[in-house]
C-alpha cells in the first residue's frame, strides 16, 4: 500500500502562492492516479486536481488556469502549485491515490469517495 504525506500549507494573501508537495512511499506514484481534493467544515469534499502516469492532468472549473498539478516520478511526488488566490481557496488539502486511472479524468465531479490512499491534510487560509 502506497502511504501520502503533504505539506505546503499555510496562511497567505489574496493573489498570492503556495505549492503542496506529496510524498509518497511504500509504492510508486507511477501505478496510481493521485489527485488533490480540498473540503472546508460542514461541506462535501471537492476534487480539485487529478494527474494520472502519463501525466495527463485534469481540473475542476474553479482552479483552472490558477493551479497546476505535477508530478516527480524520481521524487515519488506529486505537487500542486496554486497562483492567483482567492478567499474561496481556504480548505484543508488533501492528496489521495488510486489505482483506477480513469478517476483522474473525473476528478473535476468526484468527492473521493473512490480513492483509497489518503494523505493527512494541510491547511490553506487565504485572506
Given at each position: ?52 502516469s ?70 490553506v487560509?487565504?485572506?
Amino acid at each position: 500500500d502506497v502511504q501520502l504525506v503533504e505539506s505546503g500549507g499555510g496562511s497567505v494573501q489574496v493573489g498570492g502562492s503556495l505549492r503542496h508537495s506529496c510524498v509518497a512511499s511504500g509504492d510508486t506514484i507511477s501505478r496510481y492516479c493521485m489527485g488533490w481534493f480540498r473540503q472546508i467544515p460542514d461541506k462535501e469534499r471537492e476534487g480539485v486536481a487529478g494527474i494520472e502516469s502519463d501525466g495527463s492532468t485534469s481540473y475542476t472549473d474553479s482552479v483552472m488556469g490558477r493551479f497546476t498539478i505535477s508530478q516527480d516520478n524520481a521524487k515519488n511526488t506529486v505537487y500542486l502549485q496554486m497562483n492567483s488566490l482567492k478567499p474561496e481557496d481556504t480548505a484543508m488539502y488533501y492528496c489521495a491515490a488510486e489505482t483506477s486511472t480513469f478517476l483522474c479524468a473525473q476528478i473535476a465531479t468526484s468527492t473521493g469517495a473512490e480513492f483509497k490512499y489518503w494523505g493527512r491534510g494541510t491547511q490553506v487560509t487565504v485572506s
